[in-house]
């Protein structure tokens, strides 16, 4: 049973993809390439995420067609942001595998590196 | 009023002094596990001191348990009735537990912000990110290799195209061992717990150290549980990699980073403690929230 998250995903995908309005009806022949989806099903989600902000719609002639109200390099840079930035909460909230370093102590981690790789050998 | 002085001045030593010392021990680095218990059961015996003291200051007349009681029959007190003496009853929890409440108010305040953090950054992430099954991870399409998990209901192990591309398969297969000893260790309960506590006694040594010492002990874990399954050469190399790649964003904390301080313990390893120092450590881990009571208001043996 996939879950409506990932419908929602697949949908912001292929507009990103595309990176030109589509209706619901492109999305829905395209989703139907891999899997059966209802066009009901799919115009429920585009709704979802037009109603969060992820979407926004025209109508053009006699359908509306959807595009992404940000691009989703915007909502990586933003998620990048929220994990290496600096947060009061962010400590608790995310675990980071290691911190950002200064030039100089990434010089040194290099050279400790080399060190090790240069015993290795010998 | 001498038991008030006595638990007052174990709160002090617990709040203050004590910090200082397991801050600086170098066994710690050597057994991770058994430090983070010490730093439990003095955030523990700190609150039960805190409790005792006011408890003891709301009493009023002669009354000495414990092992003060013990003194006092040695020295020749003959001033507190024998009822007096024998151990306290339950309704000692009464303060303790109004003692306890605090900070773990605090802590509830810190896991339902983190929560709502975490439920954003999810939302976001589902949409944008790519999910790598193979993997069991998310992948996002950015240059700065980085790598970190996001705990919750639905855990997720997020990892850059640019950590990808930075990293050899035995690398990449560390971090992600790493990042899943956070996420199946519950790491984030234990930072919680301590961000709580300090938050709830700003200012005291034992929050600041135990926030910050339990953070860096936390990586450690999560270091040896990846070591099960890859060699220290990887890891090493991974978090090189993925400390290198980016631009410092944050201050340094106070001590240089940690990922200085995992390296040397990866590169120059001293094995872990003897078991029968570890047994000791948790012991001591075990008494310390003990002993405030066993000294004011436990049974007057004798």
Not at chain 2, 131 to 144: F, G, K, N, S, Y
Not at chain 2, 218 to 237: F, G, I, N, Q, Y
Request: with cysteine.
């Amino acid at each position: 049973m996939r879950r409506l998250g990932d419908l929602e995903a697949e949908i912001m995908d292929r507009l990103w993809t595309w990176g030109r309005p589509a209706t619901v009806r492109e999305i829905v022949d395209d989703l139907n390439r891999k899997r059966a989806v209802a066009y009901t099903t799919v115009m429920t989600v585009a709704d979802i995420l037009y109603h969060k902000g992820h979407l926004r719609r025209e109508k053009e002639r006699r359908a509306w067609v959807y595009q992404p109200t940000r691009s989703r390099e915007a909502y990586t840079a933003a998620l990048m942001h929220d994990a290496l930035g600096v947060s009061p909460d962010r400590s608790t909230a995310l675990a980071r595998f290691v911190e950002q370093i200064s030039p100089d102590e990434q010089e040194a981690l290099r050279q400790a590196l080399l060190a090790i790789d240069r015993a290795d050998q010998q | 009023m001498i038991a008030a002085a006595v638990l007052a001045g174990y709160a002090t030593v617990v709040g203050w002094a004590a910090p200082a010392a397991l801050a600086r021990a170098r066994w710690a680095h050597r057994s991770p596990k058994a430090a983070l218990a010490l730093w439990r059961a003095l955030m523990l015996s700190f609150v039960i001191a805190l409790a005792l003291t006011a408890y003891h200051l709301t009493r009023t007349g002669q009354h000495l348990h414990g092992l003060l009681g013990v003194l006092d029959v040695w020295l020749g007190g003959t001033g507190t009735p024998a009822t007096e003496r024998a151990a306290e009853g339950p309704g000692l929890l009464v303060p303790i537990a109004l003692a306890a409440a605090w900070p773990l108010a605090w802590f509830g305040a810190v896991l339902v912000r983190s929560r709502s953090h975490r439920r954003r950054h999810l939302a976001l992430l589902d949409l944008a990110g790519r999910p790598e099954p193979r993997l069991h991870a998310v992948v996002l399409e950015h240059d700065t290799p980085a790598a970190y998990c996001l705990p919750g209901p639905q855990p997720r192990v997020v990892l850059t195209s640019g950590t990808l591309a930075a990293l050899t398969p035995d690398q990449l297969h560390a971090v992600l061992e790493h990042e899943r000893a956070h996420l199946r260790g519950r790491h984030h309960l234990s930072l919680a717990l301590t961000e709580g506590f300090a938050r709830a006694f700003p200012g005291l040594p034992l929050a600041r150290a135990a926030r910050t010492q339990t953070a860096d002990l936390l990586e450690m874990v999560a270091d040896d549980h990846a070591l099960r399954s890859c060699t220290p050469k990887a890891l090493a190399a991974a978090m090189c990699e993925v400390a290198a790649g980016g631009v410092p964003q944050t201050a340094l904390a106070a001590g240089g980073p940690t990922v200085l301080l995992r390296l040397k313990r990866l590169l120059r390893p001293r094995g872990g403690l003897h078991p029968a120092a570890r047994t000791a450590l948790l012991l001591l881990a075990l008494c310390a929230p003990a002993l405030p009571y066993f000294v004011t208001c436990g049974p007057t043996l004798g």
